[in-house]
């Protein structure tokens, strides 16, 4: 087995069954078209036991695709491409794989007929024809339906063992999904683990280089830093076949790693926010008590309006984005209907109003420490001269220290800008800034749409408050020297004093 191969990752006792990629089209390397197949392609054939070598990204010529097949053709398993088997002239796959393999092109009988079936064609020179000329000995292979197992209708076309896919995604996936028998490798079975570190890639190296020196032959260890997570900056994966040599490589990395830097990461923060916060509200502690009463106001809302009437006012801050949450573990749903108005927040909430008459109620995530808000109660109308609103406020005695022990301790995502600046170690490279916008509130009404995109109304460097370009800057309360002597910024979850939440708005 050793000596069968040297490019071969050393495995169980068995050769590895590889595919290689080739994505096929102009429409790709021009930066018209991004690849998604190969990714879904990629997750598929991994499901299936097989590993998936090399993906290759070439133009509609005919010679370079002729290339790549026979070279992929003689290193791989499988070789599956995508695109070009279309009716036009820049669909030229068949021909080059009859050319990889000294072939000619030539009408197949059975895609004759299904060429007449589905375009009612039978003019050998029609363009819906071209689809029927295929290398001399493609066999057609008839997916299965996933769903009623039934066969489907077009067949993939193979040519040994090349398989030759189309480039729209629904039709590649659906042939792919039929078709996973063709591929399948009962003998292996790819697992998987991963770690989320809260710390610099730089700092995990000599850990890293002893797990992978240890576990590498067996298990394979991949580094992955994040600048935009607000939880982790490294996502470490762990593969192998064997799930005994996972757990030891897992096992060894779990104690190796410092403790305070492993972030039991939920990846899916927003699937479990009804159970993750009437479970915070259950649970007695102080946080709870207030996750509690702001439950309450909300129901109370959700009692006195429908939902139609009723919206969330939200600008991308870190106080609606706990109520946002709070709102969907009520509703179970994020069920919003983003709504972007412009200018300033009295004339954009008599348009919003204008625009959505049947709007009553804005649930915002207003503080009692606030400008202006500290006799405000948990529903209260707008004050004379402001567009007519049930103001709802069921964050109204939440501290600063609140929000960010709510937002964190459940993992919902934030503006990334409430945690920049820190950066300890992070080589110094910085974002690009976000183009300046003036302030525009978003207010959205849960209604019957899909999942709202995250709107960020603001925009600047913010640390505990963010405001506009014009107003807002880094919190000088955050400031540190980090270990190079040069000047840092904690993130805003750190700030120590919240009295001092607004020293980075004028
Ligand atoms: C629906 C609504 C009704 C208001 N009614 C009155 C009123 O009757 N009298 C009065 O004097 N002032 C009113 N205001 C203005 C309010 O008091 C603040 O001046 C304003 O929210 C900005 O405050 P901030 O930047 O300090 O607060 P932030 O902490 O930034 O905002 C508090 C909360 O208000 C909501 N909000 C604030 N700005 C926006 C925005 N641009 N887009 C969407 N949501 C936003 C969010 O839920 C946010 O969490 C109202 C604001 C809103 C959004
Ligand atoms: N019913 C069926 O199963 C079959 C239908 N056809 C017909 O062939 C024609 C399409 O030919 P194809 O060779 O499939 O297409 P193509 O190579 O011309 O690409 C079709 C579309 O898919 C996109 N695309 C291509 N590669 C992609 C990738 N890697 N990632 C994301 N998007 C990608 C392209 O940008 C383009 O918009 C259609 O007219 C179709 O009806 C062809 C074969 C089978
Ligand atoms: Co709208
Ligand atoms: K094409
Ligand atoms: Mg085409």
New binding site residues.
């Given amino acids: 087995m050793a000596a069968q191969s040297s490019t071969l990752p050393a495995q169980n006792g068995h050769d590895a069954v590889t595919a290689g990629i080739i994505i096929i089209g102009d429409e790709i390397l021009k930066g018209f078209t991004q690849d998604t197949n190969s990714f879904f392609m990629c997750q598929k054939l991994r499901s299936l036991g097989v590993k998936v070598a090399r993906i290759s990204v070439v133009p509609d010529d005919v010679d370079t695709i002729a290339t790549e097949i026979s070279s992929f053709a003689a290193k791989f398993t499988y070789v599956l491409t995508s695109g070009g088997i279309g009716p036009t002239h820049d669909d030229v796959t068949f021909e080059a794989v009859a050319k990889a393999f000294g072939e000619q092109v030539c009408p197949h009988p059975e895609l004759v007929t299904l060429v007449h079936r589905f375009f009612g064609k039978t003019d050998v020179c029609c363009p819906e024809m071209k689809l029927a000329h295929v290398p001399e000995s493609s066999l057609l292979n008839y997916g299965k339906n996933k769903r009623t197992g039934e066969a489907l209708k077009y067949p993939l076309v193979s040519v040994r063992n090349v398989y030759v896919f189309p480039g729209i995604p629904a039709l590649m996936e659906r042939a792919l999904e039929g078709l996973g028998h063709l591929f399948r490798n009962e003998q292996t079975r790819f697992h998987s683990r991963e770690i989320y570190v809260s710390a610099d890639e730089t700092l995990l190296a000599p850990v890293l280089n002893q797990a992978n020196a240890r576990f590498g032959r067996h298990a394979h260890l991949g580094s992955y830093p994040d600048w935009v997570n607000n939880y982790y900056r490294v996502r470490l994966t762990l593969d192998s076949e064997s799930e005994q040599h996972l757990e030891e490589a897992y096992s060894f990395l779990m104690q190796n790693l410092p403790p305070a830097l492993i972030v039991p990461l939920v990846t899916d923060p927003v699937a479990r926010a009804a159970t993750d916060v009437y479970a915070l509200a259950e649970s007695g502690s102080a946080l709870g008590q207030k996750v509690a009463a702001a439950l309450r106001t909300i129901e109370e809302a959700l009692d006195r309006f429908s939902l139609a009437q009723i919206c969330v006012?939200?600008?991308g801050?870190k106080?609606?984005t706990a109520?946002l949450h709070l709102f969907h573990a009520a509703v179970q749903r994020y069920n919003l209907h983003l709504c972007t108005v412009q200018g300033h927040?009295q004339q954009a909430?008599a348009d919003l109003k204008a625009q959505h008459p049947q709007l009553q109620a804005?649930l915002?995530?207003?503080r009692r420490t606030?400008?202006?808000?500290r006799t405000l109660t948990p529903m209260c109308m707008?004050?004379p001269g402001?567009p007519e609103?049930m103001?709802v406020n069921p964050l109204l005695d939440w501290t600063y220290r609140d929000i960010w022990h709510f937002l964190r301790a459940l993992f919902v995502p934030y503006c990334i800008l409430y945690d920049k600046g820190a950066e300890p170690g992070s080589g110094g490279a910085v974002p690009p800034l976000p183009q300046p916008r003036h302030?525009?509130?978003?207010?959205r009404p849960a209604g019957p749409a899909g999942l709202g995109s995250m709107a960020l109304?603001v925009g600047s460097w913010g640390y505990t408050s963010l405001?506009s370009m014009s107003n807002t800057q880094k919190n000088p309360a955050l400031r540190y020297t980090n270990a190079l002597g040069q000047e840092s910024y904690r993130p805003a979850y750190l700030l120590e004093n919240e009295e001092e939440e607004r020293t980075s708005r004028q």
């Fill in positions: 006012g939200f600008n801050g106080d609606c109520l927040i909430l804005v915002m995530g207003t606030d400008p202006y808000s707008t004050d402001w609103y103001r302030c525009s509130p978003s207010l109304g405001g």
